[in-house]
Nanobody
Framework: HVRLEESGGGLVQAGGSLRLSCVAS????????MGWYRQYPGKARELVAV???????NMSDSVAGRFTITRDSAKNTVDLQMNDLKPDDTAVYYC???????????????????WGQGTQVTVSS
């Protein structure tokens, strides 16, 4: 059983900062990528930033220069440092992992998407 647990959401004024953290736990054979998506009410989930095991980051243009994603592969964690927050950043943020569950002796052939429960980020103007 794989679990992604987020922390760090909350309420902040425009221009402020928040740091989101996520840890993946359970039976995990390998993680190919970890990152963050966000979802506005009534909208589809959208990419914020994802970083691969090799350290290659894919980041939304809307957050580039303000957000930084870091990952600790040894600890199965990914953090999102969010600076200069804007009211448009208000959304539910979801931790994401592309991983193969199980063990070396019993795992899937391909990796699958896994999601956290989501954490609310609210930026007041």
């Amino acid at each position: 059983h794989v679990r992604l647990e987020e922390s760090g959401g909350g309420l902040v004024q425009a221009g402020g900062s928040l740091r989101l953290s996520c840890v993946a736990s359970g039976m995990i054979f390998s993680i190919r990528a970890m990152g963050w998506y966000r979802q506005y009410p009534g909208k589809a989930r959208e990419l914020v930033a994802v970083i691969s095991t090799g350290g290659i980051a894919n980041m939304s243009d809307s957050v580039a220069g303000r957000f930084t994603i870091t990952r600790d592969s040894a600890k199965n964690t990914v953090d999102l440092q969010m600076n200069d927050l804007k009211p448009d950043d208000t959304a539910v943020y979801y931790c994401y992992a592309l991983l193969r569950p199980g063990t070396e002796r019993l795992t899937t052939k391909e990796p699958y998407d896994f999601w956290g429960q989501g954490t609310q980020v609210t930026v007041s103007s």
